[in-house]
């Protein structure tokens, strides 16, 4: 069986690589999702017979890969949990957006009301029952021209975590994320998939209270040739 990439491990936390198309955890269906493929690589590991703990602690759309923490006890968990109500949590994201932004460092601030049916989001710029406030900041890292189009590389920071809050934030100003199936233009004729990485993660140990931070390096984003000759050497 292939594991996902752990980066660290010690008696109290875990930080692995999510592939994208992986869940974060099991929703009834057969598809692989993380949270089952840690427990059973630390059961391999340890050989340890029967249930162990792993808990949740964030969330990754199925589409998106990058770096996830998990906790190993329940007293982590809910240390690691307190950092993530309080912002104190770095999760930072690269995505490719459509077109070129007029602002190329802004923060964007919106309401947002998931419909549980369709599994999608809607964005308003003011407050509508049942909206939950959701913020981030962006980056533009880089401009280029893919399949006819001005693309571009945006470096995201999220101050919320809502669910479909980058790609829907973003295709509400009009840049919707190349290979975006949901919210985008027309990602269904896209060579590229997704274009959505959760690159860089950093928290607080939540017993020696050192701060860690993981990041997933460039050539594992394959849009990044778009903006980088480098990757064709």
């Keep these: 069986m292939t594991y996902p990439e752990v980066l660290f491990e010690d008696n109290h936390v875990l930080v692995a690589i999510k592939p994208a198309g992986v ?85 964007l601030s919106n309401y947002l009301v998931k419909d549980e049916k369709s599994n999608t989001v809607r964005i308003f710029d003011s407050s509508v029952p049942n909206s939950k406030l959701s913020k981030l900041s962006y980056t533009v890292l880089g401009e280029a021209d893919f399949e006819g189009k001005n693309v571009s590389l945006v470096e995201v920071k999220l101050e919320t975590g809502r669910s479909h809050q980058i790609r829907a934030q973003l295709a509400h100003e009009g840049h919707s994320l190349v290979g975006d199936t949901k919210y985008g233009i027309d990602a269904k004729t896209s060579s590229f998939k997704l274009c959505l990485q959760s690159y860089k993660l950093g928290f607080f140990h939540p017993i020696n209270g050192e701060f860690l931070e993981y990041t997933i390096g460039k050539q594992s984003f394959e849009p990044w040739c778009l903006f980088d000759d480098s990757c064709y050497q």
């Design 23 to 107: 869940l974060s955890q099991a929703d009834g269906s057969d598809a692989p999702d993380m949270l089952t493929l840690l427990k059973q690589y630390l059961k391999e590991k340890y050989n340890k017979p029967g249930q162990l703990y792993l808990g949740l602690l964030h969330r990754l759309d199925r589409n998106v890969s990058g770096v996830m923490v998990f906790a190993k006890t329940s007293k982590c968990a809910s240390r690691i949990s307190e950092q993530i109500r309080q912002h104190k949590l770095v999760k930072k994201y690269r995505a490719v957006a459509y077109g070129f932004f007029e602002k190329k460092q802004a923060e």
